[in-house]
């Protein structure tokens, strides 16, 4: 079938590949399959590559999700024999972004010499404890519980997906039928179970008993495919979620999805208004104990899905594949909202009570289904908001897991739709879903996870951002875990600083905003995209600056307002709006203005820019005074002589302050090094150090306070 979509290939190290979908619209999947590429690569690459192009679409499977493995003859380092070895994904990883370090390797005699070991079901869990015994050449990759499923299949290639189109048939009331009406003999069809070594023995005797067969499907879980051949494997299983899409798109059609519409969807300004307004209420109602990052989602999927008759009904139903739910929760809350007639201040009111019921309800469902062994109970808010006629808000530890656990849930929403249209949707049994999320092997690795970083969870924005001191406050703060808003008037210089920090620190973790500090209306747009991008705010950064020279009888009006509006006026814009974020989170926050040395000590021909500095510092001060009883801290930085990468200093300003000092600009660096007290000269990072140490805990003890960050100047001492 014809398929316009591109496709960029990029092999950026031996045997590793990216692959970047572009958007589409055509429904099958294409083989990508190139029999050039594979030729030239050993069996383990093969498996790489077969792996990536798998998880370049999500709905073959989403980020993390499914499994690959390829039995790989191998020479033995201490006997130096062939023997075979399971190279299989590890755990934790990702099949569209692994690289060959991320497959476990292990012994396949040592593998099958575990059957003899195992005592049964109500023990498989030690079996977990075993896999490292058989690990072949030292490889430190933890083997995943998945490996069994993977070792015991008698094919050399398998893989285990989880498509939304196939899911929708492993969750359906009847999914048995279905697998057999659908696929014949070719697929076959396994009761629920959760993963570990008793479903790799139930693989294992299915594909021995049917020979012929070339996967199955597993109830409320996936798709498990297998070939003799990395190629077959691959194309297998393209072919077999093809055909599933098939089957949906031809029962669906002239079906009305999710019982129909019932509530018109906003047109898509509006939607993000009202996102604006929730995501920081909600955020800051769920993170008391961990900060909140937030992720807002208004597909077409996503709309149809909260527009429609049966989504209340469908959403209390939970989700059926473990990989959803594990991202997820069991389950989503429904935000009262009427999009027909939008009552704002009714919908935020009745916010607290929505949200103690869904985590006195989690409680419910931890106690009804705990057992003697199971871990403590967890963060009990929802992970899901689902709004009616606006989209879906997901809050997790960090921006990329809000978005991942979101992608999951759009993953949700697909099977829900398939299988409520050719059957009854069914959720995965309480217990069950439980005995999964509560796992004492699921705790095991959430506690082999890294410790968060000091500010993981917490949301910039610097004014000033695409600047020399901007930019090196946002690196700063985003090499200790927090997501950064760049916004400048400067859009070229913006466009840069957003693109070299996302490479740097990952896209989820950067956003930019256009912003003119001294517009009240750009000011107020600019804070309303970051509680859409990411949930609220908890640190400002006000940099926004630039820098005038003139004496008094040449200082004109247009130049004192230029001052005034950009170095006062603008200040006072942004720490109101802030101010106005904060309390509507209700966990604090912090701001740091970025002053000056000039705003202490006097300089000769430049009053309008000392005196619109002073402005700021006292304004510091004044709301130090105000947002203390919410715990909001305000304080600054004043920086001195900061020449390199400041964008005050490329233009007259450079000229102004060498002419004032009666010396050529190339004497200038060299000038004020000289005159400092330590006889040192003040870099941006410096100034980032400092911000720092206002924005995190570390002076979770300090507000209304000054750091001089100027090597030294006893006319800026502030005492």
């Known amino acids: 079938m014809h398929d316009s979509r591109q496709f960029a290939l990029v092999m950026p190290a031996p045997g590793g590949l990216h692959i970047m979908l572009e958007t589409r619209s055509a429904t099958r999947l294409v083989d990508l399959w190139d029999d050039a590429k594979a030729a030239t690569m050993s069996e383990s690459e093969r498996l790489l590559y077969r792996s990536n192009l798998l998880g370049s679409d999500k709905r073959i499977t989403n980020y993390g999700g499914g499994n690959t493995s390829a039995k790989v003859m191998e020479t033995d380092p201490l006997s130096g024999r062939q023997v075979e070895v399971l190279w299989v994904k590890g755990s934790g990883g990702d099949v569209g972004t692994i690289r060959r370090d991320g497959f476990a390797t292990l012994y396949m005699e040592k593998l099958e010499a575990l059957k003899k070991l195992y005592r049964g079901v109500a023990h498989e869990d030690e079996m977990v404890g075993y896999l490292p015994h058989c690990t072949f050449n030292l490889n430190p990759r933890a083997a995943s519980i998945d ?42 069809w396994l009761p629920w179970k959760r993963p570990g070594f008793e479903l790799g023995l139930w693989l294992e005797k299915f594909a021995r008993e049917n020979p012929k067969a070339v996967g199955v499907v597993l109830e409320s879980h996936g798709l498990f495919t297998w070939a003799d051949t990395a190629k077959d494997c691959y194309e297998t299983t393209i072919r077999i979620i093809n055909r599933a899409i098939e089957f949906f798109e031809a029962e669906g059609r002239g079906k009305a999805a999710f019982g129909g519409e019932v509530v018109r969807a ?6 993000r208004v009202i996102a604006a307004k929730l995501m920081p209420a909600i955020r800051g109602m769920i993170s008391a104990k ?6 807002f989602d208004d597909q077409a999927a996503v709309l149809d899905f909260v527009g429609s008759r049966d989504m209340r009904r469908l959403a209390a139903l939970g989700t059926s594949c473990p990989d959803h739910f594990l991202r997820t929760k069991i389950s989503p809350l429904v935000v009262d909202f009427d999009p027909a007639e939008p009552d704002m201040d009714r919908t935020l009111a009745a916010l607290p009570a929505a949200l103690e019921a869904y985590r006195k309800g989690h409680a419910a469902y931890y106690e009804r289904c705990k057992r003697g062994d199971s871990p403590p109970m967890r963060d009990p808010n929802a992970v899901v908001y689902l709004v009616p006629g606006v989209g879906m808000i997901t809050f997790a530890k960090d921006k990329a897991t809000a978005r991942i656990s979101g992608e999951f849930y759009v993953n949700a929403i697909n099977v829900m739709r398939g299988a409520s249209t050719v059957s009854d949707y069914m959720g995965l049994p309480e217990q069950e879903a439980f005995d999964i999320e509560y796992w004492q092997l699921e705790e095991a690795k959430l506690q082999r996870l890294p410790k968060p970083k000091p500010l993981a969870g917490q949301v910039a924005l610097v004014t000033g951002g695409a600047g020399g001191i901007g930019r090196a406050t946002a690196q700063r703060l985003l090499a200790d875990g927090a997501c950064v808003v760049l916004a400048d008037i400067d859009e070229a210089a913006l466009a840069s600083a957003e693109a070299d920090l996302g490479t740097s620190a990952g896209k989820d973790f950067v956003r930019a905003v256009t912003l003119d500090v001294t517009r009240e209306d750009a000011v107020i747009a600019g804070f309303a995209e970051t509680a859409v991008e990411f949930g609220g705010i908890d640190i ?55 002053a000056s040395k000039n705003g ?40 001195d002589a900061v020449l390199r990468g400041s964008k005050i200093w490329t233009g007259e300003w450079k000229e102004q302050r060498a002419a004032a000092y009666k010396m050529s600009t190339d004497d200038l660096e060299e000038h004020y090094r000289s005159r400092s007290m330590l006889k040192r000269s003040v ?37």
Request: net charge negative.
């Open 266 to 271: 906003l047109p898509a300004n509006e939607r």
């Open 683 to 719: 870099f941006p990072e410096d100034i980032a150090e400092a911000i720092y140490f206002f924005a995190s805990d570390m002076s979770a003890k300090s507000t209304g306070n000054i750091i001089n960050v100027d090597a030294g100047n006893a006319q800026s001492f502030t005492r």
């Open 147 to 188: 490996t069994p499923l993977h070792a015991y299949v008698p094919r050399n290639h398998v893989d285990h997906m989880h498509p939304d189109a196939v899911i929708a048939i492993a969750a359906a009331k009847d999914s048995k039928a279905l697998t057999k009406h659908i696929y014949g003999d070719e697929i076959g």
């Open 540 to 594: 400002l950064v006000s940099n926004a600056g630039l820098a005038s020279s003139a004496p008094i009888e040449e200082t004109t009006l247009t130049l004192w307002n230029r001052n005034m509006d950009i170095l006062a006026t603008g200040y006072f814009l942004v720490s109101r709006e802030a101010f106005r974020m904060f309390r509507a989170q209700k966990i604090g926050g912090n701001v740091v203005f970025v």
């Open 600 to 639: 202490l000590a006097a300089s000769p021909n430049a009053a309008a820019y000392c005196t619109a500095k002073a402005a700021e510092i006292h304004l510091a001060r004044c709301l130090a005074l105000e947002g203390a009883e919410a715990q909001i801290r305000v304080n600054v930085v004043n920086p």
């Open 290 to 295: 961990e900060r909140k990052v937030g992720h």
